[in-house]
């Protein structure tokens, strides 16, 4: 277990992990349920903490690619199947339909309504019965009420930080400020962007790093 300490932006913990991976990474290919290969490098149980976060995130505003990045934002936001994830479930449709069934995320709001002490605030993004070509790379969300604020840890089996992970820690940002925002019964108007300066503890696992061109400037 290696854990990298606190960071207060989103984008210096991306740029820390690319530095951890090209300089401690494991040389491994990466196969996928379908048997689609890719060559890697990674890190195994990796964590890291982030505290105060704001948005939009200069570092990754400055350095995102654009299509990863509408890519990404769809699969948190959109409920459909994903043809480039062998057409299984979008993070949205777990989020807000899991198995076609259930709100994960009023379930949660109204858990910690009804119980702000409680400490099986917990949803998942795996789909047991019907994953079989794609594993989503965020696998659990836990929440907790720790000094009156939300803290969010995310379980993540692997995370692709030299692609689209820059994107899940923006997505999963904005997502616990959601939570934060709902389950503090703001006033403000729940169906806008609830203001990403709120206080922020996320724990985070990362996993491997695809091998590509970066000119990342520090």
Known sequence: MQDLGVFHSLGAL??????????????????????????????????????????????????????????????????EEVPELHHENSYASRLYAYMGQKNQVEWLIERLKSNPAARSATITMFEPLTDEGYIPCVSLLDFQKTDGKLDMTAYCCALDFGCKAYVNLVMLHLKRNYGEGRHSLRKADLDRKVSPLLHERQRKGAGNHRKRALSVTK
């Open 14 to 79: 991306w740029l820390r992990v690319l530095n951890e991976l090209e300089t401690k990474g494991a040389e491994a290919i990466y196969t996928d349920n379908a048997g689609e290969s890719a060559e890697v490098k990674e890190l195994l149980y990796l964590t890291a903490e982030v505290q105060d976060a704001a948005l939009p995130d200069a570092i990754i505003e400055k350095h995102k690619v654009q299509a990863e990045y509408d890519w990404m934002v769809r699969n948190f936001t959109v409920q």
